[in-house]
């Protein structure tokens, strides 16, 4: 049986995943959620909420979205954006601290960076992406709805991260099927 509400809303260990996520990104700002407005009150009041066009465009369409947001004309523009799902309920601070430094790597050039899992496939949904590269490869591809991350990011040069190394369970665990929430919440008890 399937769990009701956006699967943003479903809760491991009791938070929300899309809570658990923005936590990883704490420090971060601005801070945007690409998904239905019906998460807005979730939110923490800062965070930004839009909505890909066509709305359930896809990944790449919602990456496209999330970056076109306007932002507040006062502090500095950030060069670096994190790309992440939001069903990542494991995502740490430390894990996208060194996605981010991998992506700002001075010594390669790299348009940025992607986590990869123990079998080395890149996950795509968990990345950081140099802003001007990530705009110009939307620019390129054109059609974003029905895109997927792989067809968008797999153009760009990127830095392969094993955050498995970073934390346990790894961070790039994610909850597609209802066997997967269990599994983590399974995992977070096992935590406690």
Do not use: Y
Not at 134 to 145: D, F, P
Not at 146 to 151: D, E, M, P, Y
């Amino acid at each position: 049986m399937a769990r009701p509400g956006p699967k943003p809303a479903l809760a491991v260990g009791g938070v929300p995943m899309v809570l658990r996520v923005l936590g990883a990104v704490e420090a971060a700002r601005p801070r945007v959620v690409v998904g239905p407005d019906t998460l807005a009150g979730l939110l923490p009041p800062d965070v930004i909420v839009t909505m890909e066009s066509p709305p359930a465009g896809g990944p790449a369409a919602a990456a496209a979205a999330g970056l076109a947001v306007r932002l507040p004309d006062h502090g500095p523009r950030p060069d670096i954006v994190v790309l992440l799902a939001a069903d990542l309920p494991f995502l740490t601070a430390d894990a996208v601290d060194t996605l981010v430094a991998a992506a700002r790597d001075g010594g390669r050039p790299v348009d940025g960076a992607v986590a990869v899992d123990g079998d080395g496939r890149e996950q795509w949904l968990c990345g950081a992406w140099s802003v001007a590269a990530l705009r110009a490869r939307i620019s390129q591809v054109g059609e974003l709805s029905g895109t997927s991350l792989r067809a968008l990011l797999g153009g760009l040069t990127a830095t392969h991260v094993r955050l498995a190394d970073v934390a346990q369970p790894t961070p790039t665990f994610d909850c597609d099927t209802v066997d997967d929430l269990n599994r983590a919440e399974e995992m977070t008890h096992g935590r406690a």
